[in-house]
């Protein structure tokens, strides 16, 4: 069971303009020299990002491939600050990496999909931020595991940490998709049901792995409610030493944000929110007769568990239950019920009726 998270709303951070959703946080995948870092957040100040992005140490898959330009980096995001008065944030994988942070007044920072999914490392970098009030945005981990995300966010909520959010960037997979990382945007949908105070960016860049997808990503996020986006965004994106094929140039990425449809969480609009009352009025009642029928369904079930008991026969009638979910994907098809969905609300409900005719067995 999730412990609840003790946060300050992102509001009270004071680092971004909600006026205009969404929230953004933009720069380079990493700091390369000094020029890069201040023409790229030239080009974003000028239309109002306030939070600057920048790899400082970069998780490679190969070594030999550019690392970042560690520690000497943190001083060209000291001068963002003080030129641009932006806000500057990077990635940190071990405790040296906080306090090197600290010492440059580094804003923000995050931790990479790749150390969430490791609970130890996790477990350094929420020691080695505690008392500071440093904000910290949890990325999901690579593997698809929500617990393991929420995990290390109770990790760096227990050390204090109240400035807490979360970027979602997809998941490692070995299906073949369009995309670097799998979206499975349903576990951006659970966490935001569990969450809802804690604000949640999206990432289109490293989920897409290609500028290509940036759009389609980025609106989907805001279909879905998300708070915010984190782009990966270069001067000059053809030569960047990491991730070149996803960053996009800061006037592209105006362009970009000026073309998402932003959905409003709420409205003042009268006619809408009658309507809207009703209509959830109906799912309610609907939602009832669901596990009313639901819980006649297992009554039943028992009675056969009972049944099935006094006659000795087996549990599990593998051609019966086949049966029934054949019929019930077709019967569903008629209905505009998809496959996929049939079969895991049938499931489900199999499941949980074989388990309970098994503890009949077992009395
Ligand atoms: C990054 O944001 O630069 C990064 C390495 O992302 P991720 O941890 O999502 O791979
Ligand atoms: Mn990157």
Same mark, same amino acid.
């Given at each position: 069971?999730?412990?609840?998270?003790?946060?300050?709303?992102?509001?009270?951070?004071?680092?971004?303009?909600?006026?205009?959703?969404?929230?953004?946080?933009?720069?380079?995948?990493?700091?390369?020299?000094?020029?890069?870092?201040?023409?790229?957040?030239?080009?974003?100040?000028?239309?109002?990002?306030?939070?600057?992005?920048?790899?400082?140490?970069?998780?490679?898959?190969?070594?030999?491939?550019?690392?970042?330009?560690?520690?000497?980096?943190?001083?060209?995001?000291?001068?963002?600050?003080?030129?641009?008065?932006?806000?500057?944030?990077?990635?940190?994988?071990?405790?040296?990496?906080?306090?090197?942070?600290?010492?440059?007044?580094?804003?923000?920072?995050?931790?990479?999909?790749?150390?969430?999914?490791?609970?130890?490392?996790? $477990?350094?970098?929420? !020691? *080695? &931020?505690?008392?500071?009030?440093?904000?910290?945005? /949890?990325?999901?981990? =690579?593997?698809? #595991?929500?617990?393991?995300?929420?995990?290390?966010?109770?990790?760096?909520?227990?050390?204090?940490?109240?400035?807490?959010?979360?970027?979602?960037?997809?998941?490692?997979?070995?299906?073949?998709?369009?995309?670097?990382?799998?979206?499975?945007?349903?576990?951006?949908?659970?966490?935001?049901?569990?969450?809802?105070?804690?604000?949640?960016?999206?990432?289109?860049?490293?989920?897409?792995?290609?500028?290509?997808?940036?759009?389609?990503?980025?609106?989907?996020?805001?279909?879905?409610?998300?708070?915010?986006?984190?782009?990966?965004?270069?001067?000059?994106?053809?030569?960047?030493?990491?991730?070149?094929?996803? $960053?996009?140039?800061? !006037? *592209? &990425?105006?362009?970009?944000?000026?073309?998402?449809? /932003?959905?409003?969480? =709420?409205?003042? #609009?009268?006619?809408?929110?009658?309507?809207?009352?009703?209509?959830?009025?109906?799912?309610?009642?609907?939602?009832?007769?669901?596990?009313?029928?639901?819980?006649?369904?297992?009554?039943?079930?028992?009675?056969?568990?009972?049944?099935?008991?006094?006659?000795?026969?087996?549990?599990?009638?593998?051609?019966?239950?086949?049966?029934?979910?054949?019929?019930?994907?077709?019967?569903?098809?008629?209905?505009?019920?998809?496959?996929?969905?049939?079969?895991?609300?049938?499931?489900?409900?199999?499941?949980?009726?074989?388990?309970?005719?098994?503890?009949?067995?077992?009395?």
């Amino acid at each position: 069971m999730p412990r609840p998270l003790d946060t300050i709303p992102v509001s009270q951070w004071g680092f971004f303009d909600e006026s205009i959703p969404p929230i953004v946080i933009a720069g380079p995948c990493s700091a390369e020299s000094e020029l890069q870092v201040m023409m790229t957040a030239k080009g974003l100040a000028s239309f109002g990002i306030h939070v600057f992005r920048a790899g400082i140490w970069k998780p490679r898959t190969h070594p030999g491939s550019f690392e970042g330009v560690g520690t000497p980096g943190l001083k060209w995001l000291q001068k963002v600050k003080k030129e641009y008065g932006m806000k500057v944030g990077t990635e940190v994988a071990s405790a040296r990496h906080v306090y090197e942070c600290i010492k440059y007044g580094i804003d923000l920072v995050w931790i990479g999909a790749r150390t969430t999914a490791n609970p130890f490392l996790v $477990q350094e970098i929420a !020691d *080695a &931020l505690r008392d500071t009030d440093m904000p910290v945005l /949890v990325k999901n981990p =690579v593997n698809p #595991d929500l617990d393991l995300w929420i995990g290390a966010l109770e990790r760096i909520n227990q050390a204090g940490v109240k400035k807490l959010g979360v970027i979602h960037r997809g998941f490692s997979t070995t299906e073949k998709i369009p995309y670097r990382n799998f979206p499975g945007w349903q576990m951006a949908v659970e966490f935001r049901t569990r969450y809802p105070l804690i604000p949640f960016f999206a990432d289109p860049s490293h989920m897409g792995g290609s500028r290509l997808y940036l759009k389609e990503l980025s609106q989907r996020a805001m279909d879905l409610g998300l708070d915010g986006l984190m782009v990966e965004s270069h001067c000059d994106p053809s030569c960047a030493l990491s991730d070149a094929s996803q $960053q996009v140039t800061p !006037d *592209a &990425l105006k362009v970009l944000l000026e073309s998402l449809t /932003v959905r409003q969480k =709420v409205t003042n #609009d009268r006619e809408y929110n009658e309507n809207i009352e009703q209509l959830r009025t109906r799912i309610d009642v609907l939602d009832e007769n669901l596990l009313g029928i639901l819980s006649s369904r297992m009554e039943v079930s028992r009675m056969i568990g009972e049944f099935k008991k006094a006659h000795n026969i087996a549990i599990v009638q593998a051609s019966r239950w086949e049966s029934i979910l054949n019929d019930m994907v077709s019967k569903g098809k008629d209905l505009g019920l998809p496959e996929d969905f049939i079969k895991a609300v049938f499931t489900a409900i199999h499941e949980f009726s074989v388990s309970e005719q098994n503890k009949i067995l077992e009395k």
